[in-house]
């Protein structure tokens, strides 16, 4: 299994970002999907997280109302589209694979992670 985020850059506070992730080697069809990100010298964050048909969402208090995540199972690909970015969601953000169908903001819960991709919001 390979999975490999896409989609970072820098972009100005206000600004959106959609990340991919690329994954390989797995069908998605039957496992939840999880956001993270990690900023420097903090611990991993969970984002948010959408069951494997795609019917429950769950998001941090952090990026409710913000960030949407989805997933396009015909293409194997999560997302997550960013808007209203602030300097605060500076981070490095990864995609997670967990082996349950549902599954909760919890790094234990994710079996395969992905190389990340940056994220700096920045003026």
């Known amino acids: 299994v390979q999975l490999q985020a896409s989609g970072g850059g820098l972009v100005q506070p206000g600004g959106s970002l959609r990340l991919s992730c690329a994954a390989s080697g797995f069908i998605l069809d039957y496992n939840a999907i999880g956001w993270f990100r990690q900023a420097p010298g903090k611990e991993r964050e969970s984002l948010a997280e959408i069951s494997r048909l795609g019917g429950s969402t769950h998001y941090s208090d952090s990026v409710k109302g913000r960030f949407t995540i989805s997933r396009d199972n015909a293409e194997s690909t999560p997302l997550l589209q960013m808007n209203n970015l602030k300097p605060e969601d500076t981070a490095v953000y990864y995609c997670?694979?967990?082996?349950?169908?549902?599954?909760?903001?919890?790094?234990?819960?994710?079996?395969?992670w992905g190389q990340g991709t940056q994220v700096t919001v920045s003026s």
């Open positions: 997670a694979i967990s082996p349950y169908g549902v599954a909760g903001p919890y790094v234990a819960e994710f079996d395969y």
